[in-house]
């Protein structure tokens, strides 16, 4: 284990590394949240068509007119008509009504939920729009590099924030006006954006010890909105989180350094690019990668060959973390049933407790009804006894 301010000699490269890791942690508190919001917004457009077939006939390019401002690469040719070199660019990809009158609408009704009106068609596949809500997610994120992803785990802190601020439907979950330009200043949304593309492209990975505190009073602020995030169990994780990194009072495994320091490797290479002058800092700052990445090595090896007590501890607390997950999955997966389409209701709302009886056999053969049995433990004991008992 080891603490993040004491990475780097410089200080403020340091809190480089910590604003980084306060967006990773942000972006995975407000996941759960934004996932469930994403799900909401789909039922609200399905229920608005009164959907009741699917379709998996059209693709995006069929449900956008030619030429489309912003999607349609439109080549002049002299003498002859124009074409469209994209997406419009063979006859299965034609502008076309939908034949089931099912994806027009659902375009439209996206298009009224997105605040400026201009989805990102580019990212998204219209044969999903009704089986996978990460679909729609896309329509609101960045107009480039969001085509290949699936989920929202796979999704940047970036594309994640732009469906909250370009989707309406959250407008009525938090308790901020979000828009990026008003008298009082951009909301915090818009903050929480700015901040993580300047960190993200930073040309020296530095950040001063102000700026960083005003980063995790941004993403604080965000996590712990009174209207919803302050009841979202996975916000409030993140927020704690937070705080003990703002306050150096945690410690971060290797691995967790181990992988940040990746990220910013590929952060400062691209540096490298913006900013001249910072090539001798950023030198040193891969120099120092290179060390604790052998450290890293070394500390494993370490762990295996030569302190076996430590590696009896990791492993225990791997069994621990398991336990953890293991028990999150089952609370966050399992706890709820479909009992219609597009409704799903928690299982203690439906959960009878069964009439089980223990049946003692007498000598002479007859069955008895006796004792209730409540506990799963009950079915295999008695008292300290283990039990052969048959039930009703
Ligand atoms: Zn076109
Ligand atoms: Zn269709």
Same mark, same amino acid.
């Given at each position: 284990?080891?603490?993040?301010?004491?990475?780097?000699?410089? &200080?403020?490269?340091?809190?480089?590394?910590?604003?980084?890791?306060?967006?990773?942690?942000?972006?995975?508190?407000?996941?759960?949240?934004?996932?469930?919001?994403?799900?909401?917004?789909?039922?609200?457009?399905?229920?608005?068509?009164?959907?009741?077939?699917?379709?998996?006939?059209?693709?995006?390019?069929?449900?956008?007119?030619? =030429?489309?401002? %912003?999607?349609?690469?439109?080549?002049?040719?002299?003498?002859? =008509?124009?074409?469209?070199? *994209?997406?419009?660019?063979?006859?299965?990809?034609?502008?076309?009504?939908?034949?089931?009158?099912?994806?027009?609408?659902?375009?439209?009704?996206?298009?009224?939920?997105?605040?400026?009106?201009?989805?990102?068609?580019?990212?998204?596949?219209?044969?999903?729009?009704?089986?996978?809500?990460?679909?729609? $997610?896309?329509?609101?994120?960045?107009?480039?590099?969001?085509?290949?992803? /699936?989920?929202? &785990? %796979?999704?940047?802190?970036? %594309?994640?924030?732009?469906?909250?601020?370009?989707?309406?439907?959250?407008? %009525?979950?938090?308790?901020?006006?979000?828009? /990026?330009?008003?008298?009082?200043?951009?909301?915090?949304?818009?903050?929480?954006?700015?901040?993580?593309? /300047?960190?993200?492209? /930073? =040309?020296?990975?530095?950040?001063?010890?102000?700026?960083?505190?005003?980063?995790?009073?941004?993403?604080?602020?965000?996590?712990?909105?009174?209207?919803?995030? $302050?009841?979202?169990?996975?916000?409030?994780?993140?927020?704690?989180?937070?705080?003990?990194?703002?306050?150096?009072?945690?410690?971060?495994?290797?691995?967790?350094?181990?992988?940040?320091?990746?990220?910013?490797?590929?952060?400062?290479?691209?540096?490298?690019?913006?900013?001249?002058?910072?090539?001798?800092?950023?030198?040193?700052?891969?120099?120092?990668?290179?060390?604790?990445?052998?450290?890293?090595?070394?500390? &494993?090896?370490?762990?295996?060959?030569?302190?076996?007590?430590?590696?009896?501890?990791?492993?225990?607390?791997?069994?621990?973390?398991?336990?953890?997950?293991?028990?999150?999955? *089952?609370?966050?997966?399992?706890? *709820?049933?479909?009992?219609?389409?597009?409704?799903?209701?928690?299982?203690?709302?439906?959960?009878?407790? =069964?009439?089980?009886?223990?049946?003692?056999?007498?000598?002479?053969?007859?069955?008895?009804?006796?004792?209730?049995?409540?506990?799963?433990?009950?079915?295999?004991?008695?008292?300290?006894?283990?039990?052969?008992?048959?039930?009703?």
């Amino acid at each position: 284990m080891t603490s993040l301010g004491s990475v780097f000699t410089d &200080q403020e490269v340091n809190n480089w590394l910590k604003a980084r890791l306060a967006i990773n942690i942000t972006s995975t508190g407000l996941h759960k949240f934004i996932d469930r919001e994403v799900k909401n917004v789909q039922e609200d457009i399905l229920k608005s068509i009164s959907l009741t077939a699917t379709c998996t006939n059209c693709c995006t390019a069929n449900l956008l007119k030619c =030429p489309t401002p %912003g999607i349609c690469k439109i080549q002049r040719q002299k003498g002859s =008509p124009s074409i469209c070199n *994209y997406p419009h660019d063979t006859a299965m990809h034609q502008p076309k009504p939908c034949p089931n009158s099912i994806c027009d609408d659902i375009r439209d009704e996206i298009i009224k939920k997105h605040r400026y009106k201009r989805p990102s068609w580019k990212n998204t596949s219209a044969e999903q729009w009704t089986s996978n809500h990460w679909e729609l $997610a896309k329509c609101f994120m960045p107009r480039d590099g969001y085509a290949g992803v /699936s989920n929202i &785990q %796979g999704t940047d802190f970036n %594309g994640v924030i732009s469906v909250m601020m370009n989707c309406s439907h959250f407008d %009525g979950t938090m308790s901020f006006i979000i828009a /990026s330009q008003q008298p009082s200043g951009p909301c915090l949304l818009t903050k929480a954006r700015e901040i993580s593309n /300047s960190i993200r492209h /930073s =040309p020296t990975c530095k950040v001063q010890a102000t700026d960083l505190n005003e980063i995790f009073k941004t993403m604080l602020a965000i996590l712990e909105d009174s209207r919803v995030l $302050a009841h979202d169990t996975d916000a409030q994780d993140a927020a704690s989180k937070l705080k003990q990194l703002q306050n150096e009072s945690t410690d971060i495994s290797l691995t967790d350094v181990y992988q940040l320091l990746k990220e910013s490797q590929e952060a400062s290479e691209q540096a490298c690019q913006v900013s001249a002058e910072a090539k001798v800092e950023i030198k040193t700052l891969m120099d120092k990668i290179r060390e604790l990445e052998n450290k890293f090595d070394n500390s &494993q090896t370490c762990v295996k060959n030569v302190n076996p007590e430590m590696e009896d501890t990791i492993y225990a607390q791997k069994v621990l973390e398991l336990r953890r997950r293991l028990i999150k999955h *089952y609370t966050d997966n399992t706890q *709820y049933v479909s009992v219609m389409q597009n409704h799903d209701i928690s299982l203690m709302e439906i959960y009878a407790t =069964p009439a089980i009886h223990r049946v003692d056999t007498k000598k002479d053969g007859k069955r008895k009804k006796s004792e209730p049995v409540f506990t799963y433990k009950d079915h295999f004991r008695k008292g300290k006894m283990s039990c052969c008992a048959r039930w009703s």
